[in-house]
């Protein structure tokens, strides 16, 4: 398709347990961000890509969050022992620059942690 | 990071016009103002942004006061559809957007 791709759409994993979110970015966009969006909360900021490099990663709550964009296209963030306060709606977005054009949102990975 | 005001929630009928406030006092002068809208269980998605002047595209128009320490998105005909939460945003460096709550919009048919 030609939106921003997320995988899986819904994840349940047990506490103690990693987990890996996949981000499939709209071809040829150069940033990449993600953010985490708690129920009824509007989606807070973890980390931002330009290509491969992440030039900002002042979001993420803890070091057991990691992301990485090694070829500069598809995304992975991972969360290493998940807690329940870990669950929530992890967004993928993309744009073309950085700069104030307009940012193309997926549809979001629903984490939820036992 | 400039911060925005917004009510929590607004109720319309369908089929008229609906004016979303949002204020931005402490607003710079590099600031632009952006809109963009969450239907249920989607990403959020862009609707309009502007600097000055107004602006108008096929989704909205962006009403922005002449000091900039307010804007107003109008959705000109409400719909069912356009039932979300709509968040008013500032963004100057483009490097990230910083949501706050937002309006959540209700459209009464």
């Known amino acids: 398709g030609a939106g921003v791709s997320q995988s899986p759409r819904y994840k349940v994993a047990k506490r103690g347990q990693d987990v890996a979110l996949r981000c499939d970015p709209i071809?040829?966009?150069?940033?990449l961000f993600w953010y985490q969006q708690a129920l009824g909360q509007g989606p807070e900021f973890l980390t931002y890509?330009?290509?491969?490099?992440?030039?900002?990663k002042s979001g993420l709550p803890s070091d057991r969050f990691f992301a990485e964009r090694p070829e500069g296209s598809v995304s992975t963030l991972k969360i290493q022992r998940t807690q329940q306060e870990d669950s929530a709606v992890y967004l993928c977005?993309?744009?073309?620059?950085?700069?104030?054009?307009?940012?193309?949102f997926g549809e979001g990975s629903r984490l939820t942690v036992l | 990071d400039a911060k925005t005001t917004q009510p929590n929630s607004m109720e319309s009928n369908e089929e008229e016009p609906v004016h979303l406030p949002c204020n931005h006092s402490?607003?710079?002068?590099?600031?632009?103002i952006h809109w963009y809208r969450q239907l249920p269980s989607q990403g959020p998605e862009y609707v309009i942004h502007?600097?000055?002047s107004n602006v108008n595209n096929r989704m909205a128009s962006l009403a922005i006061a002449e000091d900039r320490k307010s804007s107003t998105l109008i959705l000109h005909r409400a719909t069912l559809r356009d039932a979300a939460v709509y968040y008013c945003i500032l963004n100057n460096a483009g490097n990230m957007l910083t949501f706050g709550g937002g309006t959540r919009l209700m459209v009464k048919p």
């Open positions: 977005a993309s744009s073309f620059l950085t700069g104030t054009g307009e940012l193309f």
């Open positions: 502007g600097l000055t």
């Open positions: 890509f330009q290509n491969e490099a992440q030039l900002d």
């Open positions: 402490t607003i710079s002068g590099t600031d632009y």
């Open positions: 071809s040829g966009h150069v940033s």
